[in-house]
């Protein structure tokens, strides 16, 4: 079953702009990953908020999680044509076996 | 080799036909995983495993097998492959099992059953 889910599916913006994706999630958890996928490549892990933390930053990434709404948000600053990919929320499912559920992912594309 | 490699890059395979996708990793992590991508609806857990000897099923594990002889490899095996198994399947492995973990993708095993 599905736990996190990113928005927007989509987002297209200019080389300099920032880019901001959001995930919602439906159960409690302990942590939250965020992922990028190149076109016809594996996964790539970005960065891990734990349910205590609330930002989180690594390099132009910054990281947000609100327990209360059951949200994250990955922002990317000053984005770059290399930044182009689809980037996935990453949840522990509820029940017992703690592993990790994908969202379907949101598509960014970085214009030149 | 570093990382995560799979094979075969892409495969075509007939329906019904028995078809066994490789996973070998260099890093001695004790947990593996497989998953496949389908248009729309991100990854899906096929089975893990937590440590050689040990498999478990994930969301999505019918009409698919599993074993963790060793540490490194972890085949996934279709017995009777069926046109909704098409799909791109990736390996994946972290240090260990649960969801504190990073984990680590393979490049992907694109499949196309007729």
């Known amino acids: 079953s599905q736990q996190g889910e990113e928005d927007p599916q989509a987002l297209s913006i200019q080389e300099g702009e920032n880019a901001t994706m959001n995930c919602s999630y439906k159960?409690?958890?302990?942590?939250l990953q965020w992922y990028r996928q190149n076109s016809g490549r594996g996964l790539v892990h970005l960065i891990l908020i734990r349910s205590n933390e609330r930002e989180k930053h690594s390099g132009r990434l910054r990281v947000t999680l609100d327990t209360s709404k059951k949200s994250s948000s990955l922002l990317i600053t000053a984005s770059r044509a290399a930044d182009t990919a689809s980037y996935f929320c990453a949840t522990p499912p509820s029940g017992s076996a703690r592993q990790l559920t994908f969202g379907s992912g949101t598509q960014l594309t970085v214009l030149p | 080799i570093a990382g995560i490699t799979q094979a075969p890059t892409s495969q075509i395979l007939a329906a019904g036909r028995r078809m066994t996708l490789r996973c070998t990793q260099d890093m001695r992590h004790n947990a593996m995983y497989w998953y496949r991508q389908d248009l729309g609806l991100g990854l899906r857990l096929i089975h893990y495993?937590?440590?050689?000897?040990?498999?478990g099923k994930g969301e999505v594990p019918d009409g698919y097998s599993v074993s963790r002889a060793n540490t490194d490899d972890f085949p996934l095996t279709l017995a009777s492959a069926v046109p909704s198994q098409t799909s791109v399947y990736f390996c994946?492995?972290?240090?260990?099992?649960?969801?504190?973990?990073?984990?680590?993708f393979g490049p992907g095993t694109r499949l196309t059953v007729l």
């Open positions: 159960t409690s958890i302990n942590n």
């Open positions: 994946a492995s972290s240090e260990q099992g649960g969801d504190y973990n990073e984990q680590f």
């Open positions: 495993s937590n440590t050689a000897g040990t498999t």
